[in-house]
């Protein structure tokens, strides 16, 4: 599975953005997803993850912003990013795995990363 990240880019602190991820393989429905962040200086950190069957899971600092969906039949995933803060920026990275690896920060495959700056 190769992932492609996209939608990154400069917001002001309080507005949207939708990330996406695009996924080859025939073999996409069948992995978990998930987004992770980087910001400068600091260790990645998980961001939320998606089941095959669309279950969802989110870290605290983005619960009630931020909502990962999956859309199989395109093989992506989304990350609307709503709310945001100056300290959301980081660049955002996908990844396919199973559930409980992407929570704790593991993955099968990762994609290249995609920035997102929030201005104050």
């Known amino acids: 599975v190769q992932l492609q990240a996209s939608g990154g880019g400069l917001v002001q602190a309080g507005g949207s953005l939708r990330i996406s991820c695009a996924a080859s393989g025939r073999t996409f429905s069948s992995y978990a997803m998930g987004w992770f962040r980087q910001a400068p200086g600091k260790e990645r950190e998980f961001v939320a993850s998606i089941s095959w069957s669309a279950h969802t899971h989110y870290a605290d600092s983005v619960k009630g912003r931020f909502t990962i969906s999956r859309d199989n039949a395109k093989n992506t995933v989304y990350l609307q990013m709503n709310s945001l803060k100056p300290e959301d920026t980081a660049v955002y990275y996908c990844?396919?795995?199973?559930?409980?690896?992407?929570?704790?920060?593991?993955?099968?495959?990762w994609g290249q990363g995609t920035l997102v700056t929030v201005s104050s």
């Open positions: 990844a396919a795995g199973t559930l409980w690896d992407l929570r704790v920060g593991r993955a099968d495959y």
